[in-house]
Each structure stands twice: as structure tokens, then as C-alpha cells.
């Protein structure tokens, strides 16, 4: 049972947009920075978006973040068949005292 | 560019005890700025969040891990090493070693991952 609850699956057409939530509580997401992760298959994860929005060099601007209370969202704009991968948020939780992250969102290009 | 590399024994029998380590390039352990941390992620399951140990030697740990975990540095060889207790089936999983950014909660860059499968 993950901290953050993320959708198990999102697909869309390449070319379109898709959004991937991400639902924690005031421990965690309410009050700490959310990251985003990509995980290609039979990779190790790769930092998307730190600090709720920002992209580290690289990252190209199809991939946004964003966060408003206890909920985020990476949103991915002109999909490509590339962009197929399982995604996962993470923070940090107060209660737990220990990082924590979204159970993962596999995306399927279409 | 920054690199992290895991290494340790593949295989591990039920109730002994789990042993990484990982090797930092281009930056070192003893940096204030980060947390070097411990992720794994059982087959075909999410990530898992193990724990970090700080520049000062401090350390954090997965409440439902900590009473078999210990994350130690070595700073001379600029590694940091995880050590998991009694492990079980369950235990059976990539084991990733990353850099944490104090402040951002955000992990970057990962290691490659190690395959760790607990089994007699």
C-alpha cells in the first residue's frame, strides 16, 4: 500500500496530452516538494520534475508539473511512442519520517 | 557527470543478511548538499524508499524497514553500504542506490540497480 495514490494506467493517442495524478495528505505532499520519475522498462528511474515544476537539464519542456494542495500532477504533452514507461511521484512524509513514493502510473502510447 | 554504482551478492539465503554497497563518482559522500540514499523495487512492484545516511553520519530509515536496516559510509572510499537483517522473500528485489537533494526530495541521479534474490 503506497503513501501516494497514483492512477495504475493512462493512455492516450501519440501526439496528445496526458495527465498523471497524484494524491497524498498535509504530511506529505501538502507540505513538502514533489518529485516525478520515468522509468523506461528494465531501467533504473530518471528525475522528470523536482520542486513540484522544475526540469533538470534535458528534460524537454513536453514534460510539466504541478502541484495545488494535497494533490499533483506531471502532465505530458505531445506524446510520443517513446514516452512509454511507468511514472511515479515522490516526497518526503513528516508522519512517516521517511521518503515516500506513488505506487507508479504505467502510460501506454496508443 | 555524477555516478553511482551498486555492487554485492546476487543471491542470499533466507534469515541471513543482505550487504551493498555503493560507489560514488564525481562527488563525494561527504557533501553537505545531499542525502545518499537506498530505494528498492520488488519484481514487477513500485518503489520502496529504504532510507539515507547524511554527511554527518546521520541516518533515516523506512519505518517498516528499520529495525533490520543500517545504512553506513565510508568516506576514504567514497561509498555508502546497506545492510538488511533477516531478510525473506520478500526481501527479493532491484536495489537502487541514489543521490537525494537536501531540501527538493528528489532523488538524481540512480544507480543502475542490483538484482538481489533472497532464496535457498
Known amino acids: 500500500q503506497s503513501v501516494l495514490t497514483q492512477p495504475p494506467s493512462v493512455s492516450a493517442a501519440p501526439g496528445q496530452k496526458v495527465i498523471i495524478s497524484c494524491s497524498g495528505s498535509n504530511s506529505n505532499v501538502g507540505n513538502n516538494y514533489v518529485s516525478w520519475y520515468q522509468q523506461l522498462p528494465g531501467t533504473a528511474p530518471k528525475l522528470l520534475i523536482y520542486?513540484?515544476?522544475k526540469r533538470p537539464s534535458g528534460i524537454p519542456d513536453r514534460f510539466s508539473g504541478s502541484k495545488s494542495g494535497t494533490s499533483a500532477t506531471l502532465g505530458i504533452t505531445g506524446l510520443q511512442s517513446g514516452d512509454e514507461a511507468d511514472y511515479y511521484c515522490g516526497t518526503w512524509d513528516y508522519s512517516l519520517s521517511s521518503g515516500a513514493f506513488g505506487g507508479g502510473t504505467k502510460l501506454t502510447v496508443l | 557527470q555524477v555516478q553511482l554504482q551498486e555492487s554485492g551478492p546476487g543471491l542470499v539465503k533466507p534469515s541471513e543478511t543482505l550487504s551493498l554497497t555503493c560507489t560514488v563518482s564525481?562527488?563525494?559522500?561527504?557533501?553537505?548538499?545531499?542525502?545518499w540514499s537506498w530505494i528498492r523495487q520488488a519484481p514487477g512492484k513500485g518503489l520502496e524508499y529504504i532510507g539515507y545516511?547524511?554527511?554527518?553520519?546521520?541516518?533515516k530509515y523506512n519505518p517498516s524497514l528499520k529495525s533490520r536496516v543500517t545504512i553506513s559510509a565510508d568516506t576514504s572510499k567514497n561509498q555508502f553500504s546497506l545492510k538488511l537483517t533477516s531478510v525473506t522473500v520478500a526481501d527479493t528485489a532491484v536495489y537502487y542506490c541514489?543521490?537525494?537533494?537536501?531540501?527538493?526530495?528528489?532523488?538524481?541521479?540512480w544507480g543502475q540497480g542490483t538484482l538481489v534474490t533472497v532464496s535457498s
Open positions: 520542486e513540484n515544476n
Open positions: 564525481d562527488d563525494s559522500v561527504s557533501s553537505g548538499l545531499y542525502y
Open positions: 541514489a543521490r537525494g537533494a537536501v531540501g527538493a526530495n528528489c532523488f538524481d541521479p
Open positions: 545516511i547524511y554527511y554527518t553520519g546521520g541516518t
